[in-house]
């Protein structure tokens, strides 16, 4: 079905709907909100063997992830969702399990380790649903790998009993095996669950094992749209994924905003945002991880909530989301982190309380976001907000603060105009130019000096007479 049908259909649907108005007096029903744990960037080095939790610069050792899953149920011992955004593994884990553990094939390990994380959930929440998406450091064969065969099916064999909890997903173990990508059915009434494999979108990414991509990214794409047109009437979806649509602000920023670095390819980052962005297809919010830093998207008016990492390998704090739901979408949003330097789990205030909204929707954000840009105050408050709270790497939200602030809107090619990136793209090689043409005008005078002939020999060489 064409773009252009389902909106035509999506049109009629709603005239249908307003023709079959409640009755005068009566007021629609109030939408039960639940309790979602969002989490992401768990990337758990099972070698790590010390007592207590890994601090700033490392991967979550398995302490760190014991206290993790201790606090998830301190905030909410029974909550309707935990939804894990992708990279469990630590970073270059192959390289890990070959040095830790040479006995055996970095396959094996892979699913040693992805089996006790799935034990370790399923002991915390033994009735609770799940929804999880591969990462890019979730692979033997090493990141932004994706393995076919064996290891995709086990995977799937390992997570389908907390999925699949109560018949949400009967397809995924098939599908996931097959895709990274599966639809759910939610406990909210009106909303289901469409996860989808970002990281074949993503321009790192480097195929199979033996580096064949096979159109992964065209594979994932078209499944993605066959399912948003079969969306049913009345329900919503709720988008989940490791990699989000748009930029890096973080490598953008590393490159003092040379570069505008992307996080998908172009035209896989373009067809992901529409179809995020498309009214037709019915997205409530989208959920991500991957950039260890929490933070709120736009596409269009549909919200992306951006979870932090447990990993404090960048600077942050370990942390996780408490996301408030109902059937429109996201009521807020609490922090839950690790606080590194006191060794403690703390709770931020909700985000409605911190912002002053009443909920995460397109118009609350935008919103905050164009107060984001006229207060260094609430630039500060979220920065630190971002890293949950402590970081000894560069402010985000500092001298560079368009890069970050335009990374939540402009998720097509309007970022780099908005963030100034052209304008320094220009200037670096307006200033290479400069140099060359300047050494290039220095080794010619060299050259001129070194053959320039000495004082009074009259420019010329006599030769003696023939005699």
Known sequence: ?????????????????????????????????????????????????????????ADANPALFTSTLAAMRRADPDPAVVAIAGDLFAHHFERLARERAPHASARVEAERTMSAI????????????????????????????RSQGKYAAAVARIWAPLVDRGGAAPRFARDYAALGAYVARLPQPGLRLVAVDSVVLA??????????????????????????????????????????????????????????????????????????????????FALAGHTHRFDL??????????????????????????????TRGIVDVTLHAYDERRRGWFA??????????????????????????????????WDRQSSAW?????????????????????????????????????????TLLLAAVAAVAALSLIRRRRHKPAPGDGGATREAPIR
């Open 1 to 57: 079905m064409t773009r252009a049908r389902r909106a035509l259909l999506a049109a009629i649907l709603t005239l249908g709907l307003l023709g079959s108005h409640r009755a005068p007096g009566t007021r629609a029903p109030q939408a039960a909100v639940q309790t979602w744990l969002l989490v992401s960037d768990l990337h758990l080095d099972p070698y790590a063997r010390a007592r207590l939790p890994s601090s700033y610069g």
């Open 118 to 145: 799935a034990g370790a959930f399923a002991r915390a929440f033994p009735h609770v649903q799940f929804a999880l998406v591969p990462g890019n450091n979730d692979d033997p064969c090493g990141d932004y790998r």
């Open 203 to 284: 321009w790192r990414f480097a195929g199979d094992c033996r580096g064949e991509r096979r159109a992964g990214g065209h594979r994932q794409l078209a499944w993605l749209d066959r399912t948003l047109a079969a969306t049913p009437v009345g329900v919503h979806n709720v988008l989940l994924m490791h990699v989000p649509p748009g930029y890096d602000a973080f490598a953008t920023e590393l490159t003092r905003g040379v570069h505008a670095w992307p996080l998908l390819r172009r035209r896989a980052n373009r067809a992901l945002r529409a179809a995020i962005a498309l009214p037709t297809d019915r997205v409530a």
């Open 297 to 326: 998207r736009l596409a269009g008016d549909v919200p992306i909530l951006i979870a932090g990492a447990i990993s404090p390998i960048y600077g942050n704090n370990p942390n996780f989301a408490v996301v408030r739901v109902d």
């Open 348 to 381: 931020a205030r909700s985000f409605d309380r911190a912002w002053n909204v009443t909920r995460l929707d397109g118009a609350s954000l935008r919103v905050v976001h164009r107060r984001l840009a006229r207060s260094a105050a609430m630039r500060r408050r």
């Open 390 to 430: 402590a970081s000894p790497l560069p402010r985000l939200w500092g001298a560079q603060w368009r890069v970050a602030w335009c990374a939540q809107t402009h998720l097509r090619h309007g970022f780099a105009r908005c963030a100034g990136t052209t304008a320094r793209r220009r200037w670096l090689i307006t």
